[in-house]
C-alpha cells in the first residue's frame, strides 16, 4: 500500500504538512525512540520487525553508541534532528520521573506525533507536558499508552502485539479500508480487536489513549480527527469508569453531530466496580458523590447521543456488522495467522555483529569478499573497513596512515623481551604504553585513529622483540608500509614486493569473526567496559600455539621438508616427512581448518607470492601437500591459510616466529573492531553465548577498481 494512503500520514499530513511531502517522497515514515532502558531498547526490536522504520535512539550519555546492531544513539533529541531532519514520529520510554522534560523536548522540536508509553507522571507533569503540545501543535499520545499501530502500513509506535489485521485487497496485499478502535484499556483493545478480526472485520488503526486521570489526547481529541479520515468506515471507542470523556464526546455529538458522519459505537467497562476503588488505571475510579465517571452516567449518555453501547465481544460484533454489512477479508486468513503466531517456536535469542561473515568456504569483511580484500587494498584500509564499515577515501588514509606511522616512531615500553612468549611480550607492551594510554578514542573517526594509533605502536613492539628499531628508525619521512616492512624484517633497505606479500598475509588474518578464542577474549573483556588497551591485550594473550600458533610450525614443516628433498624427489621427500611425524605422533600444522574444506585466503596468497616473485620450493610444496598426505593418511585435509602463510615466511627467508607474530598483527585490527562494536551497541555485563551472534552486517559486494 502506498505510503500517502494510509491513517498516519493522514495525520503527520494534518499536522505538518511540508513534512509529509518529504515522506510522500522518501516513502517511509521515521520514528526515534526516546529512552533506552530494557523495555525501550525490546519494544524497539518489536516495532523494527513489525515494520516501523526506527531512524535513532535517545539515551542521555549514551550518544555515538548503537541500538540493536545498527541504530545510531544520541543524547538529546537536538542532535538527532541535525542528522535526521525528517523524523515524524517519537515514542517516549523514560521513567515518571524523567518524562516530563523528555517529553518536551521532543515536543518542541517539531516532532509532529508523541507517543508516551511511560504511566503515572505526576499530574503537575502532565499538566506541563499537554500545555507544550497545545501550544506546538503537536498530537500527544499518552501517558500511560500501550501506543498506536496502523496495521495497513505495518508501522506500530509502542507495545501494541501484531494482532491486528488491516484489510485484504489481495492475497497478502492489504488496503486502508476499516474500522478505528480507540481505546482507553490496551488488554480491552486487544479482546476488541480479536472478536472483529474474528468477523472477517478490519482495523485500520488502533489507538491506546492512555489510562492515566490525564493526558493528551483524549476521545474528543480524535474520534473526529479519525471520521475525517475518508478510509475510515466506523469507529469504536472503548470507554471506562471514571473520569467524563465519554461524557464529553456524547454531548459534543448531540451538540455537532456534523462532526461525527460515521457510524460509532461504544463499549463500556467497570459495570460493577464499586465507588473510590481505583480498577486497574489511574484514570479508572468512581470518584463517590460525583454525577459522572459512573457506569450508568456514561451509558446513558451514549444512548442519549444515539450512539449504540455493547459490554460484550458478540455483541460488538452483532452492532460492527449490522452498520457496515462487509467483510474485508477471509475470517480464514486471520485464523491462519494466529495459529502461525501461537505455534511457532520461541524465537532463539541472537545478538548481532556486522564485521564478518564466517561460513563454509567464504569470508566476508562488511560484505566484500576478503580473498578481493587481500589482492587490492592495504593493512590499514582494511582495518578502517573493519572498523568504519567502508573503505576510506585518500585524505582520510593518508591522515590514518601518518598517525601510524609517528607512533611506530615513538620509543616502546621498556620490558624484559622473549621470543619464547611473544603473546605476553607484545600484550605487556601493550598494557605499560601509557602514549597508547592517553591516546582518545572519541570524536570523528575516533575508534578508527586509536586503532591506527596502536598498529603503529604494535609495529615498533615488535621491532624491539627483533632488535629492529634501528632500521624502524630510518624511515622517518616514508609511508607506513615502510615502516611495517622495516619493523616485521627487520631489514634496512626496502623491498616493495616482500612489503605489498606481508601486508597482504596482515590482511589475511585481521579477522575471522566473533568465534575464535582471541575475538571472544575481547568481546567479554569489552562488555565489562575494560579499556581499549586492557582489551586489546586481552585477545592478544588468547593467541597462543593452540590458537594463532600454527604457522610458527608450518614453516618449520615446509623448512624440514625442504632440507630433506635438496637430494631427490621432492615429493618423496614430503612423504618421509609426514611419515616421521605420524610415527612420533606429531600434529602437521597449518592443515584443515573447523569451517573451511578450502580455505578461502588460500589461492589468493599463493597468486600473489607468485606474482611478488616470493614463491620458491616452500610454496611449491604447500600446493602439493594435501594431496601427499591424503595418500599417506587416506585422509582429505587441505591446507589452510597458516600453512600457506608459513610456506611464504619460509620462502621470504623470515624466522618461524613471524608467521605467528603476522597473525597477532594482523588480528589485532579485527579485535580492535570487535571491541568497539561492542562498546557501542550491546548493552555493559551482558550474558554471551558466541553460538548465538549472527552476521547482520551488508550482504555480498565487490570492490571496484
Known amino acids: 500500500m502506498e505510503i500517502d494512503k494510509g491513517m498516519l500520514y493522514y495525520l503527520i499530513k494534518k499536522i505538518r504538512p511540508e513534512l509529509a511531502h518529504k515522506i510522500k517522497e522518501n516513502k517511509k515514515i521515521e520514528t526515534v525512540v526516546v529512552g533506552l532502558g530494557r523495555q525501550g531498547t525490546r519494544h524497539a526490536e518489536l516495532m523494527r520487525e513489525y515494520g516501523t522504520t526506527i531512524t535513532a535512539g535517545i539515551a542521555p550519555g549514551r550518544g555515538g553508541t548503537k541500538l540493536l546492531e545498527t541504530i545510531p544513539v544520541y543524547n538529546n533529541i537536538e542532535e538527532c534532528l541535525a542528522e535526521h531532519p525528517d523524523i515524524a514520529a517519537a515514542s517516549i520510554w523514560r521513567h515518571y520521573s524523567m518524562a516530563k522534560n523528555a517529553t518536551i523536548e521532543v515536543i518542541e522540536s517539531g516532532i509532529p506525533i508523541v507517543v508516551l508509553i511511560t504511566e503515572g507522571i505526576p499530574i503537575k507533569d502532565m499538566q506541563s507536558i ?7 501543535n503537536t498530537l500527544l499520545i499518552g ?8 496495521p495497513p502500513e505495518r508501522i506500530k509506535i509502542g507495545m501494541l502485539p501484531d494482532i491486528f489485521y488491516p484489510e485484504e485487497t489481495a492475497k497478502n496485499e ?16 486487544y479482546h476488541m480487536s480479536d472478536a472483529l478480526a474474528s468477523a472477517g472485520i478490519a482495523q485500520n488503526a488502533v489507538i491506546g489513549i492512555g489510562g492515566d486521570a490525564i493526558i493528551g489526547s483524549t476521545f474528543l481529541d480524535l474520534v473526529p480527527l479519525v471520521m475525517e479520515y475518508e478510509h475510515t468506515d466506523l469507529v469504536v471507542i472503548a470507554g471506562e469508569i471514571g473520569g467524563c470523556q465519554e461524557e464529553i464526546l456524547a454531548d459534543d455529538i448531540k451538540k455537532h453531530p456534523e462532526k461525527y458522519p460515521k457510524p460509532l459505537v461504544a463499549v463500556l467497562s467497570g459495570a460493577h466496580a464499586p465507588e473510590g476503588k481505583t480498577m486497574g488505571h489511574a484514570g479508572a475510579i468512581i470518584a463517590p458523590g460525583k454525577a459522572y465517571g459512573t457506569f450508568e452516567a456514561k451509558k446513558k449518555a451514549f444512548e442519549e447521543a444515539g450512539i449504540p453501547v455493547v459490554n460484550s465481544q458478540y455483541d460488538l460484533i452483532d452492532v460492527v456488522k449490522s452498520k457496515i454489512g462487509k467483510k474485508y477479508f477471509e475470517v480464514e486468513r486471520y485464523y491462519e495467522k494466529m495459529k502461525k503466531i501461537w505455534e511457532s517456536p520461541p524465537k532463539k535469542p541472537t545478538w548481532g555483529t556486522l564485521i564478518t561473515k564466517v561460513s563454509p568456504n567464504e569470508l566476508l569483511v562488511r560484505g566484500y569478499p576478503l580473498p578481493e580484500i587481500i589482492a587490492n587494498k592495504n593493512f590499514l584500509e582494511t582495518a578502517y573497513l573493519l572498523i568504519e564499515g567502508e573503505f576510506p577515501d585518500k585524505q582520510t588514509l593518508s591522515e590514518i596512515e601518518k598517525i601510524a606511522h609517528d607512533a611506530s616512531l615513538i620509543p616502546a615500553p621498556r ?3 622473549t621470543t619464547q612468549d611473544i603473546s605476553k611480550t607484545l600484550a605487556t607492551s601493550l598494557l605499560l604504553d601509557s602514549y597508547l594510554a592517553n591516546f582518545p578514542q572519541d570524536g570523528k ?18 621491532a624491539s622483540l627483533l632488535n629492529a628499531e634501528d632500521a624502524l628508525d630510518k624511515v622517518k619521512d616514508d609511508s607506513f608500509s615502510h615502516a611495517l616492512y622495516h619493523a616485521l624484517t627487520g631489514e634496512k633497505g626496502f623491498d616493495e614486493k616482500h612489503s605489498r606479500m606481508l601486508e597482504a598475509m596482515l590482511v589475511a588474518c585481521a579477522d575471522h569473526g566473533v568465534t575464535p578464542p582471541s575475538a571472544q577474549a575481547t568481546i567479554i573483556a569489552a562488555s565489562t567496559r575494560a579499556s581499549y588497551e586492557v582489551a586489546i591485550a586481552n585477545g592478544i594473550c588468547a593467541i597462543t600455539d593452540v590458537h594463532g600458533g600454527a604457522g610458527a610450525k608450518a614453516v618449520k614443516f615446509f623448512k624440514e621438508c ?6 631427490g624427489d621432492v615429493a618423496h621427500a614430503v612423504r618421509n616427512v609426514i611419515r616421521e611425524y605420524m610415527l612420533k605422533g606429531k600434529r602437521i600444522e597449518g592443515m584443515g581448518h573447523r569451517i573451511h574444506t578450502k580455505d578461502p585466503r588460500r589461492d589468493v ?6 606474482k611478488m616473485g616470493v614463491a620458491d620450493q616452500h610454496v611449491r610444496i604447500s600446493k602439493m601437500v594435501s594431496e601427499i598426505f591424503k595418500e599417506v ?10 600453512g600457506v602463510i608459513g610456506a611464504i615466511i619460509a620462502d621470504m627467508g623470515l624466522e618461524p616466529i613471524m608467521a605467528k607474530a603476522i597473525f597477532i598483527y594482523g588480528r589485532v585490527a579485527g579485535l580492535s573492531a570487535h571491541y568497539f562494536e561492542e562498546i557501542t551497541t550491546q548493552p555493559p555485563m551482558r550474558r554471551i553465548n558466541f553460538a548465538d551472534a549472527v552476521y547482520k552486517g551488508k550482504e555480498l559486494r565487490h570492490i571496484i577498481l
Request: glycine share 12%; hydrophobic share 40%.
Open 415 to 417: 620490558i624484559m623481551h
Open 174 to 189: 492489504f488496503g486502508p479500508k476499516g474500522v478505528t478502535i480507540i481505546s482507553r484499556s490496551g488488554a480491552i483493545l
Open 143 to 150: 501517558g500511560n499508552t500501550p501506543g498506536i499501530i496502523f
Open 633 to 642: 593418511r587416506g585422509i582429505n585435509l587441505p591446507i589452510n591459510v597458516d
Open 605 to 610: 596468497l599463493w597468486e600473489l607470492a607468485s
Open 445 to 462: 573517526h575516533g575508534h578508527v585513529k586509536k586503532t591506527a594509533f596502536c598498529l603503529g605502536r604494535m609495529a615498533r613492539y615488535i
Open 562 to 567: 625442504v632440507m630433506k628433498g635438496k637430494e
Open 130 to 136: 499537554i500545555t507544550s503540545a497545545r501550544k506546538n
